[in-house]
Each structure stands twice: as C-alpha cells, then as structure tokens.
C-alpha cells in the first residue's frame, strides 16, 4: 500500500540562500592556498577541482527538489486531482521543468568551462575561467528564484494536508453548509474540527478514525457544497467534488430537515440530484440531521415527497450492490448531533454497508478463485434417522460443576467490605488467616515484650485510682501549707511570710536559669569578658569569694590581670633560665654587676626551633610519632593518582578534550599532517 507523507519532504531554499549554501561549502571543502609558483598542471586542477564541486552540489540539491515533489501523473488520481484543484498543476509543471532545465544548463556549463581551463596558460587566466563558471552557475540559480519560492510555497501547504489513505475503508461526509458534519464527525472520532453557526467554517477536507467490528474506518468531513454549475464553484467545494469522485468510500449526505442552515429542503434536494453521479458504485445513505428541531414526521407533503425520492435514488445503489429493492433499512437514517440520539445507528449502518460492499467485490475478484480452490468444506449427510447427541463424560461433567459452584461461592474482601458499610467503615483483619492450633486463638491480644518480661504482668488494674487518691492528697496537703505556715513550729509575721516568698520566688528564679543553661550549654556561644555589661565576673569579687574560704587571692589575682593586658602595651620579658630554678641564676647578682658582664653570661638570642613533622603535638589524635608518620605517608600515597591525573581535587570528573578543536579542524597545510 503507497503511503503519502507530504511532511518529509526537504525545505526548498530561496534563490540567494541556494548560492549562499553552495559557495560556502564549495569555500569549506576544497584547497584555498595557491600560489604563482606551482606548475600550471596543479593551478589548472585546483581551479577545475572547484568548478567540478560546485557543479556537483547544485545538480545534487536540484535533483533533491525534483525527485521528492510528487509527479502527479505516477500518485493516485484523488491526490493528483486535489493537487490541481489547490495550485494548477500546469504551473506545478513548469516550476519543476524549470528546475530540471537549471541543473541541464549548471551541468553544461560546468563540462564548457572545464574543458577551457585544461588550457589554462596561467594561474590568472585558470582564475578568470573558475570565476566566470561560478558566476554563470549563479546567474542560472538567480533566475529560477521565483520557481522556488513557489514551490516552498507549496510544500508548506502539501506538509498540512491530512494523511488520507485512498485504498482504506472510508467514510465520506457531504451535503450543504452547516448541516451537521463537522459536528457528527467529532462525535464518532477523536478528531476535533471547529464548529461555528455560520456557513462554510470548515474550508478544507479533515479526517478522523473510528472503530467498528475490530476495523479501523478514516471518516473525512468536507467542506459544505452550494448547488451551482460546474465552472462556478470555487476551490473549498471542489475539494469535496475530488474527493467523492476519486475516493472508494461510503457516502453519508447529510439533510437539515428543520431548515435552520439557511437553506430548504427542495434547495438541498436539488444539489443532491445535480451530484448523484458522483454517488455510482458507493454505498449511500441519506442522513436527516436536526431531528430535536424537527422530527422528520413533522415536515410538510412536499417535503417528505422530495425526501421519498433522494431516498428511491439511494435504493438504487443497494441494488446496484447485489441487494434487494424491498430491503430499504439503511438507506434513510434520522439523528441528532445534539442530543446524540441515532449517532452511533447512523455510524454502525455505514460502517456495515461500506464492509459488505469490499467483501463483494473481493468476492468477484480474480483472486478469490485462487484461495477457493484451497478450501473444501464438507458438509455430512445423515445416514439415518438416529439422533447422537454429544457424549461428555460424566468426570468432565462433575469438574465444570464444581468450578461453576467454587465461583459462585467464594466470597471475596470486597463483598465483605461492601457487606459491612464500605470503605472508611469495614476494617479488614489481617489476623483471619493465621495458621493456628484453635481458631478461637486468632483475635487474642498480642502482649508486649520489654526486656524479656510481659509488659502486661506489671500493670495494675487499679493503677487509675490509686493515682486519683494520690492527687487528690498532695492536693490537700498543699493547701494546708499555703493556709498554715510555720517555721520551727511557729507561726510567721507577715513581713516573715514576706521575706519567705522572696526567697521563694528568687529560688524559683535561680532553678529556671540553671535549666535553661544546662539545655543551651552545648549551643550557646562563649561570650567575651568585654560583653560583660553588668561586671558580675570581677577581680574584686574573686578576691572576696576566696578570702571568705580562707585562700590568699593576691597571686590569682596576679594571674588574672597579667593575662588581661592586651599584647600591644605589655614590653617583651626573656624567660627565666633553667639555672635560676636551682638558686644560681644571673638575676641574683648584685646590682652593681656591670650590664657588659650580665650580656655575656646571658644565653645568644635566636629563632624558636622547628618542630619536625612527625613530632605529635596535643590534640593531633596519634599515639606517637610512628603512627603519625605512617598516616603522612598513606596521605601521600591517596593523592598520588589524583595529582598524576592533574585533577584539582577528589570531587574533579573533568573528562578531557583529547581532540581540541583549534588544533584538529580546518584545511591541512602543506607541512606535517599532525596538525592541521
């Protein structure tokens, strides 16, 4: 089966990007580099080499055109007809035979001009000749610009016709302006073709599919047909005269009985006898629209007379079908697209008849004899007058009794659920299917182990009003001491109670601020002692507190300020030397001991000694130094790889460019081949 898929075809490119497109590539893929020097075989087979290349690319993007534009000649008579119908195929021709004379005339003067640059005398005669060969070939391209364009134009409007398979089964629409088509059609299909109270709102043919007995059917609504002469028809209802003469389809005309189109129905009667040759060897069916306006009993004498007769002219094509003339069912058929009532009849009656008519004509075919001829069906005489009913075994019989009674008793969780209130209301028990020695067991409670015990063994059944009894007396002693109280068995004064409930409440105080210390130890940031606003932490406070304990706090004290003088007002002191810890120090001279002799019994000045790195400081986490210098070496050893591999660090995936562009694209010099 031919497909026709318009959408594939290549775009055509206007007449300056065409020689946009060649030059460049011409320019891209050939020698550029010559010079006066070479012999004038090698200049006259550079030049040649160009004029060849371009020739080549104009007569291979030419041929393209011409080879994926359909040849009306060789496609289906309903394609090629509505390819007339939408853009006069004389002008279709002559822009293709265009084309075709273009590439003749680009290939002859590629073939002239390389038979004078083979006599080429010079690199500047060789580039005149490649200049005007190029220029001729452009001149051609220039001159076919409006051809082009045209058939661009054309190929954007092939790419939106719909994909219609003329040889499928198919159902076809027709009749007068806003009957109901469109509208019947997006009720049988997914398709979804505007619907608009005014005449001729579908402009084009549209298709849609639709299923009937398992067989994919293609409907195609058509655009609304006027009853008017041949010659005055315009080309939106010469698409539907195409299309009912050239497609092999069941053929639905519809008639707006209630007359709300705007037009009657001796108007419509009358486009149907002036189109009824298109109707020939076509199933046909009159299909009477609008009925929930106006029933069909309703229409007037004259009305149902012209009704009989469009109907006595579809009879003739059940007839013509091998049909009988008194079988008129089928035939004239009423609906309503609004209500939807006889949409599915009307669709099912034509899907039939259309199926009934392939199967006859298959029938009639050549063909069919071959695959007769394979068949032989055989048809048993009786013998005598005996009956032999079927012999089943009674086995058999029993098995398909007992499945038919497992089925109708088996009851399932969803019955249960819709028994017992439905969803949100019946819960299902998981544990009804647990394999127990009793099935009394199966709803018993679970107990809850804790460490080996039953949770339930530690409960006390009088746990709730044990607690009640020990409520309701801390309540009542409570009470009594807000009402009494005493302090070594005697009663307060009021400013004693007083004091007792200052004392009270800064305890309750004190307790809050130590719990909510302890909750935000771990969080809470060390504040700096210059944020100490209210100077609770004071030297004069430390020194109070410790002589209260009985402790000399003179050297805390000195400890304290000593540390808190900042760095930069503090001179540089040298440290104390070993030997002044065993009593023979220089700071014990007299202080007559002239500085000369102080400075050369004093240790030489230097820079602090390097610590070695495998020496473990506090607070690194090594045992000793061995253990240090072992994980040192691992470290080394991890980054190995990774610094062999030039990566910035454990999380680099750079992959790299093996191939850099600057360095591998472009023409090859005439030096090494390694770069280019």
């Known amino acids: 089966m031919v497909q026709y898929n318009f959408k594939r075809m290549t775009v055509v490119p206007s007449g300056k990007d065409f020689i946009d497109i060649i030059l460049s590539r011409t320019q891209r893929q050939t020698p550029t580099v010559v010079h006066k020097g070479y012999a004038i075989n090698r200049l006259r087979q550079f030049y040649m080499r160009k004029v060849k290349y371009t020739q080549t690319n104009f007569h291979e993007k030419l041929s393209t055109i011409i080879d994926e534009f359909p040849r009306l000649d060789d496609i289906h008579p309903f394609y090629g007809d509505l390819l007339h119908v939408l853009y006069n195929k004389d002008h279709y021709k002559l822009a293709l035979g265009q084309i075709n004379t ?389 009663e307060l004064t009021p400013e004693e109670q007083k004091t007792l409930a200052q004392i009270r409440k800064k305890k309750s105080l004190l307790i809050q601020q130590h719990r909510i210390k302890k909750s935000t130890a771990e969080s809470r940031p060390t504040v700096p002692r210059k944020f100490d606003k209210d100077r609770q932490f004071t030297t004069k406070r430390m020194g109070r507190q410790l002589s209260e304990l009985g402790i000399d706090p003179s050297k805390a004290i000195d400890r304290a300020r000593s540390r808190s003088v900042s760095a930069r007002g503090r001179k540089r002191e040298r440290s104390v030397d070993k030997g002044d810890t065993e009593g023979g120090g220089v700071m014990d001279m007299d202080v007559d001991t002239p500085n000369k002799k102080l400075r050369s019994m004093s240790r030489p000045r230097s820079r602090s000694r390097s610590r070695p790195p495998t020496d473990v400081v506090p607070g690194d986490g090594f045992k000793d130094s061995d253990q240090k210098s072992k994980a040192l070496d691992k470290a080394r050893k991890s980054v190995k790889n990774r610094n062999k591999n030039a990566r910035r660090g454990e999380a680099d995936r750079v992959i790299p460019n093996l191939k850099p562009k600057h360095l591998f694209s472009g023409k090859r010099s005439n030096g090494k081949t390694q770069r280019r």
């Open 102 to 490: 273009a590439r003749n005339l680009i290939s002859k003067i590629a073939k002239d001009y390389v038979k004078l640059l083979k006599y080429g005398d010079s690199l500047y005669r060789c580039k005149s000749l490649k200049v005007a060969a190029l220029g001729r070939m452009c001149t051609v391209i220039k001159r076919i610009g409006p051809s082009l364009a045209y058939l661009e134009q054309i190929r954007q409007h092939m790419a939106r016709l719909p994909s219609i398979d003329p040889n499928t089964r198919t159902i076809l629409i027709c009749g007068y302006p806003n009957v109901g088509k469109s509208s019947f059609i997006n009720k049988i299909t997914r398709a979804d073709v505007d619907v608009q109270p005014y005449a001729f709102t579908t402009k084009s043919l549209f298709v849609g599919h639709t299923d009937y007995k398992y067989l994919r059917y293609q409907v195609i609504d058509t655009p609304g047909i006027l009853d008017r002469p041949f010659e005055d028809r315009n080309i939106i209802e010469m698409c539907s005269i195409t299309a009912l003469a050239h497609l092999r389809a069941a053929v639905l005309f519809f008639l707006d009985i209630s007359g709300s189109c705007g037009y009657t129905i001796a108007q419509q009667a009358a486009l149907f006898h002036s189109i009824k040759s298109l109707f020939m060897n076509k199933p046909l069916i009159i299909v009477c629209n609008k009925t929930d306006l106006q029933p069909l009993e309703g229409i007037s004498e004259e009305d149902r007379k012209l009704v009989t007769e469009m109907k006595a002219e579809a009879m003739k094509t059940v007839i013509g079908q091998g049909g009988e003339a008194t079988n008129d069912d089928g035939v004239l058929l009423t609906m309503s697209t609004l209500t939807e009532e006889g949409v599915i009849s009307v669709k099912n009656a034509a899907c039939e008849r259309l199926l009934n008519q392939r199967v006859e004509l298959k029938m009639k075919s050549k063909k069919i004899n071959d695959c007769l001829n394979r068949f032989h069906v055989a048809m048993p005489k009786p013998r005598d007058q005996k009956e032999r009913p079927p012999c089943i075994p009674q086995a058999v019989l029993e098995a398909k009794a007992k499945q038919a009674a497992e089925k109708e008793k088996r009851t399932t969780e969803k019955d249960l659920e819709d028994e017992n209130g439905g969803a949100g209301v019946y819960s299902a028990s998981l544990k009804k299917n647990y394999i127990l020695a009793h099935d009394e067991w199966k709803e018993d409670i679970m107990p809850e182990i804790l460490d080996g015990h039953n949770v339930f063994d530690f409960v006390d059944p009088d746990i709730l009003n044990r607690l009640e009894e020990l409520e309701r007396e801390e309540g009542i002693r409570q009470a009594e001491e807000d009402d009494d109280v005493e302090m070594g068995g005697m």
